[in-house]
């Protein structure tokens, strides 16, 4: 059965997978607000990757995942710094580029439309 996505999220059209896709949703798009809010209250110092991890104590899949869609969503940036992560290597330093107002606000709408 083909896949598609919904809100980003792949699902094959079966009531069981659109059901599991919906709670993904919610999941990624709380876990998204974490990352920004982090990332937005830490200003021009930025958050990396490894920094988000540390504070949320989350795998590194879901944390980059994340960052990886708020930066092609426009809400962070790449600053150009970069820090040593825990793991003794240069890790991109994000800035957010919009405010918690916006990015929620364009949360809200994207649940709506579902």
């Known amino acids: ?7 980003g999220v792949p699902y094959n059209h079966t009531d069981t997978s659109a059901d599991s896709a ?6 990624w798009a709380s876990l998204s ?3 920004f809010r982090m990332i937005r209250d830490a200003g021009k ?12 104590d989350a795998r590194h ?5 994340c960052i990886t869609r708020l ?8 600053s150009g710094l970069r820090r040593i992560t825990r793991a003794d290597r240069k890790a991109i330093v994000w ?10 606000r364009r949360l809200r709408e994207r649940k709506n439309r579902s």
Do not use: N, W
């Not at 110092?45 to 949320?56: A, R």
């Open 45 to 56: 110092s930025g958050k990396t990757c490894d920094e988000i991890e540390v504070q949320l």
């Open 61 to 65: 899949q879901k944390i980059l995942s």
């Open 1 to 7: 059965m083909p896949y598609t996505k919904r809100e």
């Open 71 to 78: 930066k092609d969503k426009g809400h962070v940036v790449d």
């Open 95 to 104: 800035i957010a580029v919009e405010s918690e107002t916006v990015f929620m």
């Open 22 to 27: 919906h709670k993904c949703e919610k999941f």
């Open 33 to 35: 607000g974490r990352c």
